[in-house]
């Protein structure tokens, strides 16, 4: 029998005394060289780094034998992957090459993970399918859940599979985590979902026993996260010992195969060590006695493998030692070639904050004048709804879902029922047009949301997302800054994720008060890589919504509950391909003595308090803004030239508010222009009451534009 076939019994030291079968030759030489490569690869680093010559360091070492066993199971460029930071032995077993890695921690422009953009260790390839990783931990599990989904879709809406053609019948999202890392809400999120849509998604908790310095024990109750699912429905859950690599692709097998077969997700527990300290930057001697260091020492699985491959006869020492003579030189040397490649030029620090392609601020996204309108005035839900309706027919790819968007999620229902279409009716019969595959309901989790859309968004589905209330749109901070909007820029614009968030904002509700009233725009205005749009009539809100959809970028999509029901911005039905570009400001009234920019609710108070002064003898223009990111700086420009004195009113509050920077932006561009102080008409710096007396003094009225009107006129 060939040795390099030849299959070998090997009786295991356990409870059981089970017999286990060890693989052909070729293979566990292949995954001992890849084992041996990762580490010698942290050494390199980590010689580097003290050099002064690499600028951060966090190893893998440890983790080496579950995660080469995930790379031989698992198929590159046709399964998914969200690794995270120790993950350095899947990736190199999937098919990255020490030089890309090296060209990671240099901060090279070659760099395929980020191209010099992010820390080495965040992984990324878009050949490989390994997603773009950040740095916060867990945020990745949401979006590979939104991954699994949308192949999960795809197999549920006929009309995807002549569109999209990246979808295979038995992929598997594989996503990666610490024992620390399941502490994190995001984590019981995603596998919440994942086990109640039965998703192919395979959990790897690599378990060192300490995040950071935080000892498993203190993170989690009873010390064992795996005890703690168990009773996840559909949750194919196995434990093993991640420094056997035997042990480790056994089980590896068995889950995949389980996930590949569309039975549920699964999740394997691997106890893993951590040999090095959790990154440079740490020091394990502060917190970690030496008995215990030396304990895992001789768990090392590099070693105990080369130890297991001699005694049984796989390999010689001579052959061990060839081969790390081998892979010292090709580490040696690609670090020689990573240290001599140039890093990005300093004018690329721009390049993919948004697309390179689409660009919604331009003449093919403006059908404004050639508008058609017809049939009778509608509220501004009935055109954002209109709108929706003729995009998801148009495109197939688009998904609707959030909290309570659906007609009803019970279908054997839906006939005897209106329908609920969400809490304003925004989404009122979508899910009875276009069917429960493409509009559904979420659970009651923002973050939930966001990340499962972004998941969705990388696979090329465009979900449309609603987020029932501005007030509660935090929980997804964390997948809209640090994932959502950051994508295409961290990945050098080799991952996108294209989605639109509609979100019900403002106040002036009467009741709405402290959880149901904010606005708070301008934390969003300076996240870089995120379109914030604002209409304040019904007419406006169809094209820029159609926009939004249609356009390659992230957009938050700014909806004032007050305004979705005014009679004063109704209009009739646009044609369907009514578009308005981004950053294409609307003088709603012209004027020459002064100049109000503005947007939203404001639109109309300040037009009310235009027609108040006029009986005064002012002339009044005022401009709405409508995008927010990007903003018309052009017909700011020429409003402040036409008239030279500028009011910025908004409902945010005073102090950091949206307005700031247009004040600070003319002042300091325009000053020669302006025969008065820029004034702003903004909330009170405080959040909005319940009560309708103090709402009334909190927001700003018409009475307080005209004031600021009036005092600007006489200065």
């Known amino acids: 029998m060939n040795t390099d076939t030849k299959v070998l019994k090997l009786v295991r030291k356990s409870e059981s005394a089970t017999t286990t079968e060890l693989p052909d030759h070729k293979l ?41 066993a995930a790379g031989v199971v698992l198929k590159p460029g046709y399964d998914w992957f969200y690794p995270y930071y120790r993950d350095r032995a899947l990736c190199l077993q999937l098919g990255m ?56 879709r795809f197999e549920l809406i006929p009309e995807l599979q002549k569109r999209i053609s990246n979808f295979k019948h038995d992929e598997v999202t594989y996503v990666s985590l610490g024992d620390g890392t399941s502490s994190e809400g995001e984590f019981w999120e995603a596998l919440n979902t994942a086990s109640n849509l039965k998703l192919p998604v395979l959990f790897l908790i690599e378990d060192n026993g300490y995040a950071i310095s935080v000892p498993v024990e203190v993170q989690t109750a009873g010390g064992d996260v ?16 991640g420094t056997d690599p035997i042990e480790s692709l056994e089980t590896m097998r068995r889950a995949v195969e389980y996930c590949r077969e569309r039975k549920g997700p699964a999740l394997i527990h691997a106890r893993v060590i951590r040999p090095y300290s959790h990154s440079l930057s740490d020091d394990e001697k502060l917190y970690r006695p030496d008995e215990e260091r030396a304990t895992d020492a001789e768990r090392d699985p590099v070693k105990r493998f080369g130890a297991l491959l001699i005694d049984e006869g796989v390999i010689d020492q001579d052959g061990l030692q060839q081969i790390k003579d081998e892979i010292d030189r090709e580490v040696n040397e690609a670090a020689d070639i990573a240290l001599a490649s140039p890093q990005p030029a300093r004018e690329t620090a721009t390049k993919y904050v948004f697309s390179p392609d689409v660009d919604p601020a331009s003449k093919e996204f403006d059908t404004e004048d050639s508008v058609q309108l017809s049939g009778n005035p509608g509220t501004m839900v009935d055109l954002i709804n209109r709108c929706l309706d003729t995009e998801m027919a148009r495109d197939p790819r688009i998904v609707v879902f959030g909290e309570d968007v659906a007609d009803c999620s019970r279908e054997q229902y839906l006939e005897a029922v209106k329908g609920k279409g969400g809490v304003f009716k925004v989404t009122a019969n979508l899910q009875r047009r276009h069917g429960s595959a493409r509009v559904f309901n979420s659970p009651l989790a923002e973050a939930n949301i966001v990340g499962r859309a972004i998941g969705m968004a990388t696979r090329g589905l465009k979900p449309v997302v609603e987020i029932q209330f501005f007030d509660y749109i935090w929980p997804a901070m964390h997948q809209i ?76 999509f700014l909806e004032h509950k007050h305004l979705y029901r005014q009679a004063y911005n109704k209009s009739a039905y646009p044609n369907d391909e009514f578009m308005i570009p981004f950053g294409k400001a609307k003088k709603v009234r012209e004027g020459t003595d002064l100049s109000i920019i503005t947007y939203g609710a404001l639109v109309q108070r300040s037009l009310v308090a235009a027609k108040q002064m006029e009986q005064e003898g002012v002339s009044v223009e005022i ?26 009113a908004h409902e945010d509050s005073l102090s950091w508010g949206y307005g700031s920077e247009i004040a600070a932006r003319i002042t300091d561009e325009l000053f020669e222009y302006l025969d008065a102080p820029v004034k702003r008409v903004c909330a009170l710096d405080t959040f909005v009451a319940y009560a309708p007396q103090l709402e009334d003094a909190i927001l700003p009225q018409a009475s307080d534009v005209a004031k600021a009107i009036a005092e600007l006129k006489s200065y």
């Open 28 to 68: 566990l030489i292949e995954m001992y060289r890849t084992m041996y490569l990762s580490r010698r690869l942290d050494d390199k680093e980590i010689q580097l780094k003290g050099q002064n010559r690499i600028f951060f360091q966090i190893s893998g070492a440890g983790h080496e034998a579950i995660l080469v």
């Open 97 to 152: 090459t020490p030089l890309e890695m090296l060209l990671s921690a240099v901060g090279a422009e070659a760099d395929p993970n980020s191209h010099g953009r992010q820390m080495p260790s965040h992984w990324g390839h878009k050949k490989l399918n390994i997603v773009s990783q950040s740095s916060p931990t867990g945020t990745q599990m949401l979006q590979a859940v939104g991954c699994a989904e949308a192949s999960y």
């Open 226 to 241: 795996s005890r703690l699912v168990e009773n996840f429905p559909s949750l194919y859950l196995q434990r093993c010992d």
């Open 481 to 556: 800054r640090n994932e959502l909007a950051l994508l295409r820029w961290r990945s050098g614009n080799e991952f996108k994720a294209p989605l639109v968030m509609r979100v019900p904002v403002g106040g002036y509700l009467k009741g709405g008060a402290v959880y149901h009233s904010q606005s708070g725009v301008s934390t969003f205005t300076q996240i870089p890589g995120l379109r914030v749009i604002y209409p304040s009539n019904a007419l406006d809100a169809n094209g820029l919504l159609r926009t939004a959809i249609r356009c390659d970028d992230p957009v938050l």
């Open 623 to 648: 401009i709405d803004l409508r995008s927010l990111v990007p903003f018309d700086w052009d017909a700011i420009t020429e409003t402040v030239k036409k008239t030279n004195k500028v009011i910025v």
